[in-house]
């Protein structure tokens, strides 16, 4: 984390077409973050094959590796139709905020031009989320723009700030996680 990683684009057509995983370091943990394309942008058959392909992904990884957290990503822009299909997609296949640990988390990207504190953004627009049916558990408004070290100083601070956001939702989803199956199981050895 804080570092690029996955491809990303801002041209309609999706260019993670596969489900990738990136592994991340917090703390003392190692964390395995799994990134998942959007499907709205292709034909029926590429739509009903990845929603087959995910839905057979997530169920492997909440059996073998267990799930804290699931992260929705999506830019600071207004709710558009597509996004809100992609995300009663992506709720059909992996349930809403109670299956894994942490639920589903909204993670707003694209904000380095928002004015004044990240986090209004969620404030502004959360109602009008949960309106149009996209609950979310936790959520992190961030910028996502890669490290500059000619960037201002202003937004330094705020990729900075964006950064310990996603890494205290992740780790803190995976400690509440922890404590839930230590609390409501026979004693585990983690």
């Known amino acids: ?32 973050l799994w990134e998942v394309s959007s499907i709205q942008s292709l034909g029926l058959f590429r739509t009903l094959f990845t929603k087959w392909r995910l839905k057979k992904s997530y169920k492997r990884l909440y059996r073998d590796d267990g799930v ?3 992260l929705y990503c999506m830019r600071g822009s207004r ?15 992996v349930g809403s905020t109670s299956t894994a640990a942490g639920g ?12 004044g504190d990240m986090d ?9 989320l949960e309106s149009l049916g996209m609950r979310f558990s936790k959520h992190a408004c961030i910028t996502s723009l890669p490290d500059d070290p000619h960037a201002s100083s202003a937004m330094r601070a705020r990729r900075h700030r964006s950064e310990q956001a996603i890494r205290s939702l ?10 839930t199956l230590r609390s409501s199981g026979p004693a585990l050895n983690l």
């Open 1 to 32: 984390m804080g570092h690029d990683v996955a491809q990303t684009s801002p041209d309609s057509v999706t260019c993670t077409l596969q489900h990738t995983s990136h592994e991340v370091s917090l703390g003392d943990h190692r964390f395995k």
């Open 68 to 70: 804290y957290l699931l």
């Open 79 to 93: 709710a558009q139709r597509a996004l809100i299909k992609d995300y009663k997609i992506f709720t059909d296949i």
């Open 104 to 115: 589903v988390a909204a993670v707003v990207t694209s904000l380095e031009d928002y004015p």
């Open 120 to 128: 209004k953004w969620w404030v502004k627009n959360k109602d009008n």
């Open 170 to 179: 992740i780790y803190n989803s995976y400690e509440a996680g922890t404590e």
